[in-house]
């Protein structure tokens, strides 16, 4: 997708100059936003108000834990005021709804030395314990900062410990990045500001291969969904989610 700007001839520009002074942007201006495409936005399901957790629970059954807080229009864990990783107060979180072929974004910033990940094609059931038994995951990390970031496959922007991005566009610690997550009757697409990091099919011989070669190889249900829930990870760090949607293929 490509961002696109109206410019007015050149004449009015050359105008507005003569009768302004140079412009400062601001913070917030300068801030990574949702793209902004030719698409029609009725095409694309906001899966957050910026108000409430409606559309999300907590994996497993019940309501989102406490940990779990909403800001300023940012969905937030608030490791600081919570009891290690995925406890009662915080857990991974999934949507209410199942999506199979689909384009999924989401803007997120990561605190100091954090780790966290959105996980897709989860299958939520009894007999998976946790939403990484069945979703791959899409890193998200302080490579700069977290230790996961010395193994290779590990950092932002990877498919977690499965394929290793082609390059890395994350932004420094306290930025908004772009997440997506491209899923087309089997081809993946994980893209990072803009950038396609990674690119591969899913369910093929070459699939398996990858997963039996990963820590994910004794685990019977990984990967092999094709419909699922989407899933925002608790790792026990401080992590923001903002502008999340969805638009079905």
């Not at 490509?2 to 201006?29: D, H, N, Q, W």
């Not at 990484?132 to 490579?143: A, I, S």
Request: charged content about 25%.
């Amino acid at each position: 997708m490509l961002k696109f700007r109206y410019v007015i001839g050149g004449l009015a520009i050359l105008m507005a100059g003569a009768c302004s002074g140079p412009k400062t942007e601001t913070a917030e201006e300068t801030e990574t936003q949702m793209e902004t495409t030719t698409e029609p936005e009725s095409e694309w399901i906001s899966l957050f108000d910026g108000q409430t957790f409606n559309g999300w629970h907590k994996y497993g059954g019940g309501k989102v834990g406490n940990a779990w807080k909403i800001e300023n229009g940012e969905l937030y864990l608030d490791a600081a005021n919570k009891d290690g990783w995925q406890t009662g107060d915080g857990g991974d979180i999934v949507t209410d709804q199942e999506f199979e072929n689909f384009h999924f974004q989401a803007e997120w910033k990561i605190a100091p030395n954090g780790n966290s990940g959105i996980i897709f094609f989860v299958n939520e059931s009894p007999e998976y314990d946790y939403c990484w038994q069945t979703g791959p995951e899409m890193q998200v990390l302080d490579n700069d900062g977290h230790p996961d970031a010395q193994i290779i496959s590990h950092r932002a922007g990877d498919l977690y410990d499965l394929i290793v991005s082609s390059e890395e566009t994350v932004k420094p610690v306290g930025e908004w990045n772009l997440a997506e997550i491209i899923a087309d009757n089997g081809n993946l697409t994980l893209r990072l500001n803009g950038v396609d990091v990674v690119k591969t099919t899913m369910w093929t011989p070459e699939w398996e291969a990858l997963i039996a070669d990963s820590k994910f190889k004794d685990m019977p249900g990984f990967g092999k969904f094709k419909k699922g829930k989407i899933a925002l990870q608790d790792h026990g760090d401080i992590v923001y989610y903002r502008n999340i949607r969805i638009k079905e293929l």
